[in-house]
């Protein structure tokens, strides 16, 4: 299904039709193409970019350089921030950037639908983040609660909206009598359901708890209370591990080496300093209570599932998208879920 081994140009032309942005010839000249890559130091260099941002949920990354964990193991790693992730996929998909982590539904819905050579190697986020959230006053208990009613949605055919319409799908209703209203992430969603322009909205436990907080209670639950899908995953590209795999397995081992070290509540004051390295607005009181809030999604399957996928998830995920009509096809998981790599990079440590 897949082609294999695609050039620069073949990534280009992948890019495009996904109505993804391509980097600037600044941003691909910066971080390199291919194996021969390597710093003035001798190292490999490697470039991952976030989903969005600097935030703290990007801490395993930013652990991994600062802690010297990539240069431990010969890597010069680098870590960039992204807009959101349809230039994080650009990154990948024109070979500007390496690796990044994003939504397992956003990467599996573009790799069945537009034949993207991505491949999935770790699963560091065990839960999702997302809660379905409303006024506890107007409480929506389920989705069923929003057959003809409008709900706030991130982004217009995003990740969320997505699940929005797994939901309805499994419930047995026309996703289509679910009207969506992009109401961003943050606490102004509660302002549109005060209006009564949405009956509730999609957000995360930091938002709710800012909500909470102010004075404005919120009924939520987790999206993986009703239709359970891998969350975020790092992804790279075909033609990384196909070239490339013992550095694909050096950068986990360096993730996951990060990842433990962000887990342990002891090292939370140097792991907040090295954050805000990256991003000097959040307050380390701030940048604490979403790294308390941000762990328990790492640690949701145990703390020795740490970063483990699980295939018969990514398969349960992609029936569900067939049925809900999302993808047209099935992909060949068995090309994408690389989830031996994880004991492949712990051998390493």
Known sequence: MHQH??????????????G??????????????????????GSIARTYQTAFGYNVGNAPEMVAREAGFFADLGLNGQVISSTGTPQAMSGLLSGGTHYSRFQSISALITIANEDAPFVAFG??????????????EAPVKGIEDLEGQAVGVVSAGGTTDQLVDLMAVKAGIDPKSIERKVTGLGTAAYQFAKKGEVAAWIGSAAEREALEAAGSPVKAWN????????????????????????????????????????????????????VRKYNREITPEDAQKQLDLVRPLYLAAGEDQLMVMRPESWESMQEALLEAGLITKAADLSKVVLADMLDEAKDLL
């Open 223 to 274: 999206f993986d209370d009703v239709m359970p899908v891998p969350a975020d995953s790092y992804i790279s590209t075909l033609e990384e591990v196909e070239k490339n795999r013992d550095v694909m397995v050096k950068m986990l081992a360096g993730f996951y080496q990060g990842l433990e070290y962000v887990c342990d509540e002891s090292n939370d004051e140097q792991t907040i300093e090295w």
């Open 123 to 136: 699963t560091p986020v065990q839960r999702s983040a997302f809660e379905m959230q409303s006024m506890a």
């Open 20 to 41: 993804i942005a391509i980097p600037s010839a600044s941003l691909l000249a910066s971080c390199g193409d291919g194996a021969g890559s390597s710093s003035a130091s």
């Open 5 to 18: 081994s695609l050039s620069r140009r073949g990534f280009l032309t992948a890019a495009t039709g996904l």
